[in-house]
């Protein structure tokens, strides 16, 4: 409804999206872009190895919010496109497509299987949609496995990325990464930024209500459900690329969720910046106790539920509320016109 | 003919499990996505005390439901009410939350390997009758018997007593069900626990049926979802229905090859919620 | 001593003040009548009175006892009962089942659902249908009687004639007449002013969230009242006469 940039109200506020900070902070973002992409020249293999997973990581947070915090759609199966993703690409390369074009080819296969997919799915609400996309992944996940041509249940290895020097292969993956991640991103920012953003946001508040004043709830939901599937896929190709081989079990598996779900609510559901940050919380988390098994997963899930119940829009969601950061906008300020723009806290302005 | 009476004894185990999560849903609008586990944890539990006390199973299965009942009030609580305040996902996270908590315990205190009540149960879980050319077993027809009873109990609780019908009515509207005097905090804490109690009967069933572990409830929580949906989140009788069809289904997909057991149960699921009715039996306004 | 006594309430949705410091004192025995507008307040106050929505600030007493923080389904038990806004039944229980639901949670007062029935003999053959096959006339007055089986000491009508036809708003106002003789005390909100003044011992008129007017329904006049229940502050007597 708000469409006007620096538009007056009748009340004396004045609504805004960028303020002064949002321009230093995307200018930051351009720089910790150029800054990563010379990582493979500074650091060893591993470390680019450990970083790609890292982004991975970046992408389907994001991802998962764009699905749960602004489209309302908790999804238990988005790892149905991980593992379209991943092995897609085993599927593409084995008929001689070359592995970095048939990662991308995918994703974008994965998106393209997302569209008959959310026809069904995007009929169910809440629950109902959760534990049906659950089965969606059981199911692409026991069909992969029917085929002996993709390893069967036994797991199968990526070919073709071996003609890269030691070193480079990393170097490549990490660079294809790097720019899956900015070019992701980009596309989730400047669609919740669009008009899709706004009727999305209208939804989460009332959905009969936003459908009577004419907003096409199920379009902006699926494009947002094709845009999270096509991200999923390529994450699950990148991966693919990072570890070279994978098994049904461990691309097509609920821990994905589990995952997902850990650094959208940590970092801050419904929030641009909140999965970013939840991302490289789970990274560093999963570095220092990964190797605990099970009550690792015992004390991500107890984190998971106290962030659900006590901290529902995460830490970037609480430093927000304080602060008044808006780094990247996604959303709309509403300011008092006698305040100088300058200052970050004004008690008016309204929530992502 | 055999590949039927198979399909529909399992589909009353299915219905079992479904029982709990359909009240659930009915009640509060809450999908427990941690109801397999819970059913699990029932597992768990009867092999506990058949096993460490050597009591008989029947009798390990009585303790275990009012333990079980009293975990559902405690969920209730400490989880559900506080989840359920918060907005219309937030159950949906933080019951997937205790899901991953309740797999990761388990797998912690019992190892990922395989249990099973098989051999505690001497001859109950193995032993069939055949009549002209059908091999029935007497354990699935237990199972199904299990099912009605628990279906039909279920439903003249609703119809019949006074705590029934004012889960009925919170169901149908919490704020006016305050007015007319009903605490709906203790009505759902009630439904939680008759949820949770169920689940675990139906892990019972479980423990003796076939071997578990910790990972053993996702599975159990999908199958008693398409129970539901099959049937058309109606009618306890929808949720027989429900269970039946997806048996059915397993058993004639591990007819034509055993590896497609699993996925002619997800395909007939997903074949009823593409169809325009989305549910065999389904009626809206029904509440439980 | 009166019965409620509601000081200061302040209630808001969200941002929208919908009752900002009302204060109203109800006596024993008495029948109120809340007037005003569309949006003046009254629904939201009596739902805080009810216990349905909890104020931002202010108090309620009942009966001398702090209620403020007490849940709707407690202040049920202490005797106060709400014939909410459009009725709300529970549409897949029968009639007799709306009725028995709200029995038993305060003894005494002696409403059975036989004696529901007798007083609105239209509900005696509906009893076992489900009471979303009611007609508008037929939902309110089980509506009613559901309130009366909480067996209340105070009970808040909203619009009990809303929607309904002029032999149907009749035969509920009858019931009433019986109900107030028989000395239950009443707070109604009614948009016909007529219809109000006739039944009620006094009214209080609202307007944008706040009290404007209150007085004798006797000593009132219509106009005194349409000036208030329009903001035409200028009339005389506005906000006097207590």
Not at chain 1, 34 to 56: H, K, N, R, Y
Not at chain 2, 150 to 168: A, C, D, E, K, P
Not at chain 3, 132 to 155: K, V
Request: charge should be positive.
């Amino acid at each position: 409804m708000i469409r006007a940039r620096g538009g007056q109200l009748s009340g004396g506020f004045r609504v805004q999206r960028w303020t002064r900070l949002s321009v230093v902070s995307a200018a930051v973002t351009v720089a910790v872009i150029v800054v990563l992409a010379v990582v493979p020249f500074l650091f060893g293999a591993d470390v680019t190895e450990q970083l790609t997973s890292l982004l991975i990581f970046v992408i389907l947070a994001v991802m998962w919010n764009a699905l749960a915090g602004y489209g309302g759609l908790i999804s238990v199966g988005q790892q149905a496109f991980i593992g379209l993703g991943a092995y897609g690409t085993i599927f593409l390369t084995q008929h001689g497509i070359a592995p970095y074009e048939a990662m991308i080819l995918a994703g974008l296969g994965a998106g393209a299987v997302a569209v008959p997919t959310s026809l069904i799915m995007l009929r169910l609400r809440g629950g109902q949609f959760a534990i049906g996309m659950w089965v969606v992944a059981e199911v692409f996940g026991i069909l992969v496995t029917l085929d002996a041509g993709l390893g069967g249940g036994t797991g199968i290895s990526l070919n073709g990325l071996d003609v890269f020097a030691p070193g480079y292969r990393q170097a490549y993956t990490f660079w294809v990464t790097l720019a899956c991640t900015t070019v992701l991103l980009g596309l989730v920012f400047f669609l919740l930024r669009r008009r899709i953003g706004t009727s999305l946001q209208a939804v989460l508040d009332d959905e009969e209500a936003a459908a009577s004043l004419g907003v096409n709830v199920v379009r902006s939901k699926r494009v947002l459900f094709v845009v999270a599937a096509v991200g999923c896929g390529i994450a699950g190709a990148l991966y693919l690329a990072n570890t070279l081989f994978i098994q049904t079990t461990s691309v097509f598996g609920v821990q994905w969720t589990a995952y997902m779900l850990f650094m959208v609510l940590v970092g801050g559901l419904g929030t641009f910046e909140g999965p970013i940050i939840g991302a490289i919380i789970f990274y560093l988390i999963q570095a220092q106790f990964g190797d605990s098994g099970a009550w690792y997963f015992v004390g991500l899930g107890a984190t998971a539920i106290a962030f659900a119940l006590f901290l529902p829009h995460g830490i970037w969601g609480a430093v927000d509320r304080r602060l008044q950061l808006r780094l990247l906008p996604v959303g709309y300020t509403l300011r008092k016109l006698d305040t100088p723009a300058s200052a970050g806290a004004d008690p008016a302005a309204t929530d992502t | 003919m055999n590949v039927l009476v198979q399909g529909v004894l399992l589909g009353g185990f299915y219905a079992l499990l479904a029982c709990g999560l359909s009240l659930m849903f009915g009640v509060m609008r809450i999908i427990n996505l941690a109801h397999g586990d819970i059913a699990v944890i029932g597992a768990y539990l009867v092999w506990v005390l058949v096993n460490q006390t050597s009591m008989p199973p029947w009798l390990a299965a009585l303790l275990v439901l009012p333990i079980m009942w009293v975990a559902g009030y405690v969920m209730y609580v400490l989880l559900l009410e506080r989840s359920r305040r918060a907005g219309q996902l937030v159950p949906l996270l933080t019951t997937f939350g205790l899901a991953i908590v309740i797999e990761n315990v388990l797998l912690q205190i019992f190892s990922p390997d395989d249990h099973s009540l098989l051999s505690s149960t001497g001859t109950l879980a193995t032993s069939s009758i055949s009549f002209g050319g059908l091999t029935i077993s007497i354990f699935g027809m237990l199972t199904l018997a299990t099912a009605v009873v628990v279906l039909i109990g279920l439903q003249f609780f609703l119809s019949r007593t006074t705590s029934g019908r004012q889960m009925r009515a919170t169901a149908e509207d919490p704020d006016v069900a305050e007015l007319v005097g009903i605490n709906a905090r203790a009505v759902y804490a009630k439904a939680t626990a008759i949820a949770v109690a169920i689940a675990g009967l139906g892990g019972i069933f479980l423990a003796i049926r076939q071997t578990f572990n910790p990972s053993t409830g996702p599975t159990q929580l999908i199958f008693a979802f398409e129970a539901v949906v099959i049937g058309g989140f109606g009618s306890p009788w929808g949720t027989l229905l429900g269970g039946i069809v997806l048996g059915v289904a397993q058993v004639i997909g591990a007819q034509v090859n055993p590896q497609y057991f699993v996925l002619f149960g997800h395909l007939v699921f997903l074949a009823v919620l593409a169809s325009p009715r989305g549910g065999l039996l389904s009626r809206r306004g029904r509440t439980v | 001593m009166s019965l409620l006594e509601v000081g200061a309430v302040d209630a808001q949705y969200g941002l929208l003040k919908a009752v900002r410091g009302v204060s109203l004192s109800v006596d024993e025995g008495e029948t109120r009548a809340l007037v005003g507008a569309n949006g003046a307040g009254k629904t939201t106050l009596l739902r805080v009175i009810a216990g349905a929505h909890r104020p931002a600030a202010g108090t309620v007493f009942f009966d001398g006892v702090d209620i403020t923080r007490i849940p709707a389904h407690k202040r049920v038990a202490l005797g106060i009962a709400l014939v909410p806004e459009g009725r709300r039944l529970f549409p897949g229980l029968t009639v007799e089942e709306n009725l028995s639901i709200a029995g038993g949670h305060r003894p005494g007062g002696g409403w059975t659902v036989e004696r529901v029935l007798a007083i609105f003999p239209m509900l005696q053959q509906r009893r076992t249908q489900r009471a979303a096959t009611l007609s508008g006339g037929e939902q309110q007055a089980t509506a009613i009687g559901r309130a009366l089986m909480c067996n209340p000491r105070l009970i808040l009508l909203d619009e009990v004639s809303l929607g309904l036809a002029p032999k149907a708003v009749a035969a509920v106002y009858e019931s009433l007449r019986e109900l107030i003789g028989g000395g239950t005390t009443v707070v109604l909100v009614e948009q016909d002013l007529g219809r109000a003044l006739s039944v009620s011992t006094r009214v209080t008129c609202m307007l944008h969230g706040e009290v404007v007017l209150e007085g004798a329904s006797s000593a009132l006049s219509r106009e005194q009242i349409t000036a208030a229940y329009f903001g035409v502050r200028a009339s005389s007597g506005v906000g006097a006469d207590t």
